[in-house]
Structure formats: structure tokens, C-alpha cells
């Protein structure tokens, strides 16, 4: 990897000592600081080490922060689907600008996951305090699992004194995959504990 004086903030990279990868947010004296997919607590790691996240890491990785934001209730879920673009500040309402304004940040500086909380949190407030002068419109529909598309199994090893292990099986294509990484985890480790995640690939159906 280039020398890690140039790599720029927000590259996603791997760390093969705590075999994650992770954001790169800059160094703090001998160390590089990485952040989590999706944010979260930095770790210290090896500047010699460190190297471009693969595109499969990348893929292995966001289906992890997803899951992870998904059970810790990060993650909204919307009973209905509003159709149309991202909501708009009303013209003289101080939280709609305040909100816009976060959204503004996120976006000029690559967040996507914040830029995303802000579009929730604008649309929730404009519901609830500006009902009437916004349209919606809601569709019926239906969520199937889309069959062209096999779903992925993963399991996180989570054990450990100060921090998690972090050692990650990958995406697999059944469960079977993901239990014989684990036993062969544990033969090595000694680790016990492990977050299993599932992900699938969905499509919203209309109904007429």
C-alpha cells in the first residue's frame, strides 16, 4: 500500500491484525486511526500493515455495519414507502433548516449513513409539525425475497477481554458454510462467542 502520509481520509482499508476493515480517519503518533463502517469506536492499527480494502471486504463489511445497525435499532423502519424525492426544509422553520443543514455536511463530506439519518429525521418532523402543506403518496405493495439473488450468512467473532476478536467468516452462501468457520474459530482460539447475521436481497411489489 502507499505510504499512509497520503492516504486520504475515508479510504476504506483492512487491518489483517484485527481483520476488519475500517475507515481511515488520519494517525495519532505511530498509529493509524480507523473508524467502523457506519461509525463507531476507533481502533489503533499498524501503519506498515494496513492495505486498500478489496472490493469483497467492502461488500463483506457492509453487509456487516448494515446488520449491526439494523439490530441495534439504528435503522428506522418506515410502515409506509413516500414516494418521490428526498424532503425539502419548509420555508421559515428553524428545525427544517437546522436539519437540511446536517444533511448539507453529511453529503459535502462522503457520510452517506448520516446523510440518510437527517432525510429520516427531516421527514419525521415535517409529519408531525407541517402536515398538510407537504403531498405524500402511499402505494400498497408487497416484499418478496428476490430469488435471482442467493442470500449471504455471516458470523463475527465477538469474544475477548478488552475488545472483540473481530475475526469475521465472510459472506457465505449457507449456514453450514458459517458453523464450520466457527468451529474451526474456536479449535484455534479458544472463542465462544460469536454475532451470526443474515442478509437477502428483497423486491417491493405493487399491488394494483
Known amino acids: 500500500m502507499e505510504p499512509v502520509e497520503s492516504v486520504k481520509p475515508g479510504t476504506l482499508v483492512y487491518d489483517p491484525r484485527t481483520r476488519r476493515v475500517g475507515e481511515y480517519r488520519g494517525t495519532a503518533g505511530p498509529c493509524a486511526m480507523l473508524r467502523p463502517i457506519g461509525g463507531g469506536r476507533e481502533w489503533q492499527a499498524d501503519p506498515a500493515l ?4 478489496t472490493a469483497e471486504e467492502r461488500l463483506s463489511a457492509g453487509v456487516w455495519a448494515a446488520n449491526n445497525r439494523f439490530l441495534t435499532g439504528a435503522l428506522t423502519a418506515e410502515p409506509l ?3 418521490g424525492p428526498p424532503p425539502e426544509p419548509v420555508t421559515g422553520c428553524a428545525t427544517c433548516a437546522r436539519l437540511a443543514e446536517r444533511r448539507a455536511h453529511a453529503r459535502a463530506t462522503g457520510d452517506g449513513s448520516a446523510e440518510t439519518d437527517a432525510d429520516v429525521l427531516l421527514a419525521r418532523h415535517q409529519r408531525h409539525e407541517h402536515r398538510g402543506r407537504r403531498l405524500f403518496r402511499y402505494v400498497p405493495f408487497t416484499i418478496v425475497q428476490d430469488p435471482s439473488a442467493l ?18 467468516s465472510g459472506p457465505c452462501p449457507a449456514p453450514a458454510d458459517v458453523e ?8 484455534e482460539t479458544r472463542h465462544t462467542r ?6 437477502d436481497y428483497a423486491v417491493l411489489e405493487c399491488r394494483a
Open 180 to 187: 464450520e468457520w466457527q468451529r474451526g474459530h474456536t479449535q
Open 81 to 83: 414507502v413516500k414516494a
Open 194 to 199: 460469536y454475532r451470526r447475521c443474515f442478509a
Open 50 to 53: 494496513i492495505r486498500a480494502a
Open 151 to 168: 442470500p449471504e450468512y455471516q458470523a463475527h467473532c465477538v469474544s475477548g477481554d478488552e475488545a472483540d476478536c473481530g475475526a469475521t
